[in-house]
T-cell receptor, first 115, second 117 residues
Framework: DTEVTQTPKHLVMGMTNKKSLKCEQHMGHRAMYWYKQKAKKPPELMFVYSYEKLSINESVPSRFSPECPNSSLLNLHLHALQPEDSALYLC??????????????FGPGTRLTVT | AQSVTQLGSHVSVSEGALVLLRCNYS??????LFWYVQYPNQGLQLLLK??????LVKGINGFEAEFKKSETSFHLTKPSAHMSDAAEYFCAVRGPNSGGSNYKLTFGKGTLLTVNP
């Protein structure tokens, strides 16, 4: 099974709402990633978890809060977002963060619209 | 720091024609290179990767890429385009860099492939 799943597929939220995105993988991967992708642009790295610990935050605003409850799950908690945060949010995983030959497997993404 | 440049933001080919998507890398050490494909409203799927084992790499869906150190290139090719190949293609690089963030996957800006009937 080489699948990364993400829920929900689509999300519309107001600027005062609190919502969460969920990502799951059962490949035994120990590195998990959140990316943000705007239309017609490449993905931009937001957060990296390695062995369930946050190892990098790419200067992401605090209205985005990641959480890694266990080795298979990754959440992204959203609060007080702005319309410019509307994007496709992609989750990815890889066997190990630092072994460069290992590819990242991507989920299908959550299409987020902030109104 | 590692980087990749994709030449041509949009490539259009006829069905059955050769597909050539260009990617040049910038690296002071041998890099690890990847090609991903993204179909509309979907995530990224790995097509192939170069990890120094062989310079000609074969991937899924009939795609292949050749690593050319002298040209710092890793172009993606497919002999005969199919309508289902229409998608966005991203070249990406990982490799040792001075910042210590070896894990980072740096993407090119992407090339949109259109296949005409």
């Amino acid at each position: 099974d080489t699948e990364v799943t993400q829920t929900p597929k689509h999300l519309v939220m107001g600027m005062t709402n609190k919502k969460s995105l969920k990502c799951e993988q059962h490949m035994g991967h120990r590195a998990m990633y959140w990316y943000k992708q705007k239309a017609k642009k490449p993905p931009e790295l937001m957060f990296v978890y390695s062995y369930e610990k946050l190892s990098i935050n790419e200067s992401v605003p605090s209205r985005f809060s990641p959480e890694c409850p266990n080795s298979s799950l990754l959440n992204l908690h959203l609060h007080a977002l702005q319309p410019e945060d509307s994007a496709l949010y992609l989750c990815a995983s890889s066997q190990h963060r630092d072994i460069l030959t290992y590819e990242q497997y991507f989920g299908p993404g959550t299409r987020l619209t902030v109104t | 720091a590692q980087s990749v440049t994709q030449l041509g933001s949009h490539v259009s080919v006829s069905e059955g024609a050769l597909v050539l998507l260009r990617c040049n890398y910038s690296s002071s050490v041998p890099p690890y290179l990847f090609w991903y494909v993204q179909y509309p409203n979907q995530g990224l799927q790995l097509l192939l990767k170069y990890t120094s084992a062989a310079t000609l790499v074969k991937g899924i869906n009939g795609f292949e890429a050749e690593f050319k150190k002298s040209e710092t290139s890793f172009h993606l090719t497919k002999p005969s385009a199919h309508m289902s190949d229409a998608a966005e293609y991203f070249c990406a690089v990982r490799g040792p860099n001075s910042g210590g963030s070896n894990y980072k996957l740096t993407f090119g800006k992407g090339t949109l492939l259109t296949v005409n009937p």
